[in-house]
Structures are given as structure tokens and as C-alpha cells.
């Protein structure tokens, strides 16, 4: 225990990871000196912020609080408590102008894609698993393996090409594989017929997709995790915001880190301490590290993509247009690829009951002519486009804002996996006291219950001294283990029982 007080720590990233990590150290450890670095000036969080406007709030992509890990369900509440809400989990697809429920309900696709679509799916899914299987090389032929042709092109196609900007041969298996898992066209037709009672009766069985309700922060995640940053720096700790890391040097021979920050003046300040715990995107990390990387690695680190994401929220006359929490828009003919309907996260984030907040959102590469729109184009387009969809009037949108979210998806391209292995192992041998945790910091579609663990077993491994628990088995694939299932040492030990799943949800049709 004293040695491990003795421990400095900088915690890049104030996300769901960084503040993970520095909260579980600064609770069980008070003598440690932890450091918790954010490059942004008003708020903590990341992705899983939340952002007011005007009294109004706003969830960045909407944020279920679901997890098969007993120990993350703990840290929530401990965190937070009595703050959280049970609401009940309700979204659909807009396609062809039409609402179709998800989870599939058999006689509700049947009666809006009509019998000869519906035959048209269920043959196709039937000829398509007639066939040899055989190993699916990218996402279109994993999803038409599980769901059939026809379904791929109605339900997956347009969508996850909105979504990722690329086309569906492009993006790799793995993203299917990881996002999808545990689901297909029978299990959620099955679903549907199921009693409720039957379909939840066991929690660590259900597909996260097909999870029917969850718990939501009053005021959204980012209240959670201004929460968690409180309680860091009532433990002792520090959280400094606006504070972006622009060099990470190795002293060597176990003399620790001297790690560089700079704020929006241009005003540096230096911090040294014993282990490094980063978030921060491989790509920007590979940059900033000294000595500097091989000529190999600091190329994989540089090939490393991520699609950008920016929100138009939109403050709007309740109409009670739909209470879906929200609406995945399949229509090609609009750019908006998700529709939020804050009110049904959370009464409390809107102030005014006469009144809604809807999350319009896009998804682009930083620097193309959607990213680099005014805020009032990208409000009349938000605007213009829910007209289009027939979910609001003219008359009912009031005002609107903007919020852009930079490296929110990091993209599984082919060959995405060797050079996040080529990084993984250099910067394990070469830097085995930087950590890398949460979604880009490990370039893995984390979800945020991912991220905390990979924080908490991190945690675990500093405080051991050695690397006991292999963070990267964190949703890792589609075989995971289920809840109470083992975490395995990096020796091959049993070691804990822990649930590091998140159900994924189907491939950016069904995101989080």
C-alpha cells in the first residue's frame, strides 16, 4: 500500500477511461498523486459528454447506461446514485418513409415492407445459409451471412455507408463481428414472439440489442462524469481542463515521464510522473512521443483512421411526433443519419414541457465541406432535412446549436488490426509504463463501460506492478465471455471474475 501512494500518475483524456482510472486511484489510493489532463476548456466526459445549451441538454450520440459487468454497475452507482432514471429503450428505422420497430417484430416488417419484400428477405436469407459458409472478408458479406441479401441492402447498406463514408466491402469484418455479435435474423424474430418475462429473465443472456429498457443519468452521462471528476479531486487528485498534451517524452531507464501540456494561450506546463494512462488517439499519440517512434510505427500510427461526427440539436415545439429515444434514418435522400429525441432519454433535459430537444446527426470526415459548414448551414440543413422526413413543420423548430465532435468512430479499414498490433507490441516493449486505454486511446469501438474497464484493469496492472489482466481482451470479439466470466491473465492465470461485454449494437444501424 505505501508504495503504491508513492506512485505519480497522469491520466490523459477526461473521458469515461481517464476518469475511471483516476478515480478508482485516488479513492483506494489517497497519498497518490494523479493528474487527470483534458484538452477541453469547459467539459469532461469526451463522447459521453454532455453539452447545455439555453437550459436545454445534449447527449453526443446517446449514451445507454447497460452493462453485464456487476462492477461497472457499482461504479455508476457510487458515482451517482439516486440520479439515475430506468427508461424504457425504444427505437426504429426510418425507411421508405415508414417507422420500423427495432427490435424486429415479425407482423409489423410484414405489414410495412408487404408480403412479396417480406418473402423477398426470407428467401434470400434462406439461399444465402443453403450455401457453403465460407470466412466473410468484409462487412457486407458478414451481415449477409447472418441476415440475408436483401435485409444487408434495406437495413445495412445505406446507413453504415452514411455512417463510415466508405462502402460496405470496404469496412472490415471485424467491425461486424464486434458490433453484431450474438444476434441474427432468427434470434430476433424469435425475440419478438418471446413473452417479456421470458425475454428477460436472465440479464447476462440478452443480446445487448435487444435490451428493452436502461438506465440514463437525469441530466445525461456528462453528468456522471462531472461527478466522477469531483470526486477525483475531493480524493486528493487534480482535473485540469484545457490542457492539451503536446509532448509525452520517456526519461528511460525507469526515471518515469515528462509529460507537456499546452492551454489555449499557448502556455505550457510540464508535469513528471512514474506511469502514463492515455486515451488520446494512436494517431496523435505516435506524434507527440519521444524518443521518436520508428519510421514503421509511426507510419501505422499515421494510417490510422476516424470518422468525425457533429450533432445540429434542435429546440422544437412538442408535437409528440414520436417518442422513440431515437430514429435511425435509412433514407439516402437526406444526410442526417440519427435522429434524438432527448426528451424520451430524460424529461430532465428539457426544461420547458412545451417544448423538445431533437439530435440531428452527421457524420463526416474532419475538414469536408459538412465539417466545415457554418453552424447557421448546418442548422437550416438540420432544419430543411426533419421538414423533408415529415417529423416536424417549420413552424415548430424554434432555435438551434452545434456541436462537433472530432475522431469519434476509429475506422476498421483493411489492415487496421496488424497496425494496431505493430503499435500495440512496440509501445509495450519499448514503453511499459504508458497504458493504453478506452476507444481511440486502443483504436477499438468501445463502448463506455468498455472503456472503464479497460481503466480498471489498467489499475489493477499498475497497482500489481506487472501486467496481470491483458486490457485488449476487453470486447475483444464475438466469442467473449458472458457475465462472471473469468478475465485471464496475461500468464494464462484465472485470475478475477469480471464482466468485461457490452452487447454491441448492429453496426451503426444500431449504434451507441
Known amino acids: 500500500m505505501g508504495m503504491a501512494n508513492k506512485l505519480s500518475v497522469i491520466c490523459i483524456g477526461a473521458g469515461p477511461a481517464g476518469l475511471t482510472a483516476g ?34 441538454c445534449f447527449d453526443i450520440g446517446g449514451h445507454r447506461f447497460f452493462s453485464k459487468s456487476a462492477e461497472i454497475e457499482r461504479l455508476w452507482d457510487e458515482l ?16 421508405r418513409g415508414q417507422l420500423f420497430d427495432y427490435p424486429l417484430r415479425a407482423f409489423d416488417a410484414l405489414k410495412k415492407l408487404g408480403i412479396g419484400e417480406s418473402l423477398h428477405c426470407v428467401i434470400s436469407y434462406l439461399w444465402i445459409n443453403c450455401k457453403p459458409a465460407k470466412e466473410p472478408k468484409n462487412f457486407e458479406e458478414w451481415v449477409t451471412r447472418q441476415f440475408g441479401r436483401r435485409l444487408f441492402e434495406i437495413f ?28 441474427s435474423l432468427f434470434k430476433a424474430v424469435w425475440h419478438a414472439f418471446l413473452p417479456q418475462t421470458r425475454a428477460s429473465v436472465e440479464r447476462q443472456h440478452t443480446i445487448k440489442t435487444l435490451v428493452t429498457q436502461f438506465r440514463y443519468p437525469r441530466q445525461g452521462p456528462g453528468m456522471l462524469w462531472t461527478a466522477a471528476a469531483r470526486r477525483i479531486e475531493k480524493q486528493g487528485g487534480e482535473v485540469l481542463l484545457g490542457q492539451k498534451v503536446v509532448c509525452l517524452k520517456d526519461c528511460g531507464s525507469g526515471k518515469g ?80 443519419g440519427r435522429i434524438q429525441n432527448f426528451k424520451s432519454w430524460s424529461p430532465d433535459m428539457v426544461p ?26 448546418l442548422i437550416e440543413l438540420a432544419s430543411r432535412e426533419l421538414i423533408q422526413l415529415g417529423l416536424a413543420s417549420a413552424d415548430e423548430i424554434i432555435d438551434g446549436t452545434v456541436v462537433r465532435q472530432p475522431k469519434a468512430y476509429p475506422v476498421y479499414d483493411e489492415g487496421y488490426e496488424s ?61 467473449y465471455h458472458e457475465e462472471q466470466s473469468s478475465v485471464v491473465r496475461k500468464d494464462g492465470v484465472v485470475k478475477a471474475h469480471f464482466s468485461v461485454e457490452e452487447r454491441a449494437v448492429p453496426a451503426k444501424i444500431f449504434h451507441s
Open 156 to 183: 445495412f447498406k445505406t446507413y453504415t455507408e452514411k455512417v463510415w463514408g466508405m462502402k460496405c466491402t470496404e469496412i472490415s469484418a471485424d467491425w461486424a463481428a464486434q458490433r453484431i455479435k450474438g444476434l
Open 257 to 336: 515521464w515528462e509529460v507537456t501540456s499546452q492551454d489555449g494561450q499557448g502556455q505550457k506546463r510540464t508535469f513528471i510522473c512514474d506511469h502514463v494512462i492515455s486515451s488520446m488517439p494512436l494517431h496523435g499519440l505516435g506524434r507527440i512521443l519521444q524518443p521518436a517512434l520508428p519510421e514503421t510505427i509511426l507510419h501505422a500510427t499515421n494510417s490510422l483512421r476516424y470518422r468525425d461526427f457533429l450533432v445540429v440539436a434542435l429546440i422544437v415545439r412538442e408535437r409528440h411526433r414520436f417518442d422513440d429515444n431515437w430514429i435511425y434514418i435509412h433514407d439516402p435522400g437526406v444526410k442526417v
Open 23 to 56: 478515480y478508482l486511484l485516488t479513492r483506494d489510493h489517497p497519498g497518490m498523486q494523479v493528474k487527470v489532463l483534458e484538452q477541453d476548456d469547459s467539459y469532461v466526459g469526451g463522447i459521453s459528454r454532455t453539452v447545455a445549451y439555453k437550459g436545454f
Open 352 to 377: 420547458d414541457p412545451a417544448l423538445n430537444g431533437y439530435g440531428m446527426e452527421y457524420f463526416c470526415f474532419e475538414g469536408d465541406g459538412l465539417w466545415a459548414s457554418t453552424d447557421a448551414e
Open 419 to 479: 497496425r494496431v498490433d505493430l503499435i500495440r507490441n512496440h509501445l509495450e516493449a519499448a514503453h511499459p509504463s504508458l497504458h493504453l486505454v478506452g476507444r481511440n486511446g486502443m483504436h477499438k469501438y468501445n463502448n463506455q463501460d468498455h472503456a472503464m474497464m479497460t481503466a480498471l484493469l489498467t489499475v489493477k496492472n499498475i497497482l500489481a506492478g506487472r501486467k496481470e489482466f491483458d486490457v485488449w481482451q476487453v470486447n475483444q470479439d464475438a466469442e
Open 80 to 95: 451517482l446514485g439516486e440520479d439515475f432514471l430506468v427508461r424504457p429503450r425504444k427505437s426504429r428505422i426510418f425507411y
